[in-house]
């Protein structure tokens, strides 16, 4: 007894009709009739009487009908949804994120996130916040993290998440690589690289803000704007640069990264992180990312 038969005898079962139930099957009359008759032989009973004018059920036709009828159903049930799995495209997720938290937050955050969502594509977008703001409010992206700031659209909603601590990026020839911690005071003399305000205002506050507390100005050697170059003008020598301690993790020989003593009893709350995204807009995927971040704040802003 194959599948195939039974498929064949369910057909004309239903149909009553050699004709009708082949062109239901799209198969040849004789080919359907050929698999009823290898049924009707593999189970040792006849299953339909056959007329030159008329088909009808016997009591074990009858009887096989009401049995398998529910069996196909349910395997095409099965078959459906094999295949509807395999053509429903993946949810996709669009995070944008400023390079500091791309090299940082975000791989921790999409490791947890791939154990509760291993079906979900994420697609990280780095650039700086005044970037990614707009490609938010036009659709492209569907949360980002970003450094926050007055003024952002009443359509987002930004919601804080922790500030990054601040670290000291020296050449390793420095007087300074050796120390435990480097106040702003040790930084006095020093030459320093700095963000333009225009693109990077927090980054570029930063160490205008430190300084200015003290009643000092920064000695600023380079104007840089991305911080891998930033951290090779001072694996070059250039300079120093007061820097996210997730930057760190761009490893560039002839550079040390030291602690940032606070100038105060203070927490040095200089560098916010904020995530965003449309009021209006309906993602149960970015939600669900969004959940699992609040969950893991404390252990996310441990290693900030």
């Known amino acids: 007894m194959e599948l195939e038969q039974l498929r064949c005898f369910v057909a004309v079962a239903e149909e009553l009709h050699f004709g009708r139930a082949a062109q239901k099957t799209g198969m040849l009359p004789a080919s359907l009739g050929r698999h009823v008759r290898l049924l009707e032989e593999s189970l040792g009973a006849q299953l339909l009487n056959r007329t030159t004018r008329s088909v009808s059920l016997t009591e074990d036709g009858v009887l096989l009908l009401q049995e398998v009828k529910p069996i ?6 099965v078959a459906e949804t094999f295949l509807e799995a395999r053509h429903k495209p993946a949810a996709i997720l669009r995070i944008g994120a400023i ?15 791939r154990e509760i969502a291993p079906e979900t594509v994420t697609q990280l977008v780095e650039d700086k916040s005044v970037r990614l703001i707009p490609k938010l409010l036009a659709g492209r992206l569907d949360l980002i993290v970003i ?12 919601q804080p998440l922790f500030h990054e601590t601040a670290v000291v ?11 435990e911690t480097v106040t702003i005071s040790d930084l006095s003399n020093e030459p320093l690289i700095v963000p333009e305000r225009r693109s990077r205002p927090h980054s570029h506050d930063l160490t205008m803000t430190l300084f200015s507390d003290v009643g000092m100005r920064p000695r600023i050697a380079q104007i840089a704007d991305e911080k891998q170059t930033i951290i090779n003008l001072v694996a070059a020598g250039i300079g120093s640069a007061i820097v996210p301690r997730w930057t760190s993790k761009l490893a ?13 009893d203070a927490p040095m709350e200089k560098l916010p992180l904020a995530a965003a995204w449309m009021k209006a807009v309906r993602d149960p995927t970015r939600d669900t990312l969004i959940d699992l971040l609040n969950r893991n704040i404390e252990r996310y802003a441990a290693q900030a």
């Open 72 to 77: 196909l159903a349910r395997l095409e049930h």
């Open 99 to 113: 390079d500091s938290a791309a090299a940082g937050l975000i791989p921790l955050l999409l490791q947890d996130f």
């Open 147 to 158: 450094r926050p700031r007055e003024g952002i659209s009443r359509s987002l909603v930004v």
């Open 169 to 179: 990026a020296v050449p390793g020839d420095s007087r300074l690589a050796s120390n």
């Open 252 to 264: 560039v020989a002839g550079v040390c990264y030291v602690p940032l003593a606070p100038t105060s």
